[in-house]
């Protein structure tokens, strides 16, 4: 089945320490999300990519940061991460083409900092 | 400023019993809504949408929503509900046209009683 995979699905890294999470899909979307959530708030949105067109959004920390090396695969790097990132985070994908369509999600990667 | 409100944080239901999840917005244009669940740990998987035509609109799993324009609404129901409903349910507005940006509503927590 086509789909949006994350990839680990839970991931523990050393406060200040350096992680990347994975996004992988097989929907040949153009649109690839990531998305921030912490418990019991909705998803907030950090960037995505439209095609290879990176978009961050405004409040973003700069810690955040972003590659889509081709259209399956999309990465969310944490340079230095704080107790403050641990949060739920979680890859979209959409095919823009005019107009509105909806986003796919990932199971989601769990971010424990410790 | 564009909004979506869910009004009702936790909302509890006995099995079987009928639901509605209420969601109101606040958006200039047409708006492009959308209905998502969240189950423990999970991801968001899409329910229904509504971007134009009938106002009544079905979706997976037996849920329905209504677009109301006079009431800025798009409320969700469920005739009836089976504890695997027990979950947390995401109201968003696609907003704009640049961006494709989703405006997310607080999500309400659905609690299932035996």
């Known amino acids: 089945d086509a789909m949006v995979i994350q990839n680990p699905r839970y991931q523990v890294t050393q406060f200040g320490k350096p992680v990347t999470l994975s996004c992988s899909q097989t929907?040949?979307?153009?649109?690839m999300y990531w998305y921030q959530q912490k418990s019991s708030q909705a998803p907030k949105l950090l960037f995505h990519?439209?095609?290879?067109?990176?978009?961050n959004e405004a409040d973003t920390p700069d810690n955040f940061q972003s590659r889509r090396p081709n259209t399956s695969f999309c990465f969310l790097d944490i340079r230095s991460p704080g107790l403050g990132d641990a949060a739920m985070y979680l890859c979209?994908?959409?095919?823009?083409?005019?107009?509105?369509?909806?986003?796919?999600f990932g199971q989601g990667t769990r971010l424990t900092v410790v | 400023a564009q909004s979506v409100t869910q009004p009702d944080i936790h909302i509890t239901v006995s099995e079987g019993a009928s639901l509605e999840l209420r969601c109101n917005y606040s958006?200039?244009?047409?708006?492009?809504l959308f209905w998502y669940v969240q189950s423990p740990g999970q991801g968001l998987q899409l329910l229904l949408k509504y971007f134009s035509g009938d106002t009544l609109v079905q979706g997976i799993k037996g849920f329905e929503a209504e677009f109301k324009r006079s009431q800025s609404s798009f409320n969700l129901r469920k005739p009836s509900v089976h504890w695997s409903d027990a979950a947390e349910y995401f109201c968003?507005?696609?907003?704009?046209?640049?961006?494709?940006?989703?405006?997310w509503g607080a999500g309400t927590k659905l609690i299932i009683k035996p």
């Open positions: 979209a994908t959409s095919r823009r083409t005019g107009g509105w369509t909806e986003a796919f």
């Open positions: 990519y439209y095609d290879k067109d990176f978009n």
């Open positions: 929907l040949n979307h153009n649109v």
């Open positions: 968003a507005v696609g907003a704009g046209d640049s961006n494709y940006q989703l405006i």
């Open positions: 958006y200039g244009a047409t708006p492009y």
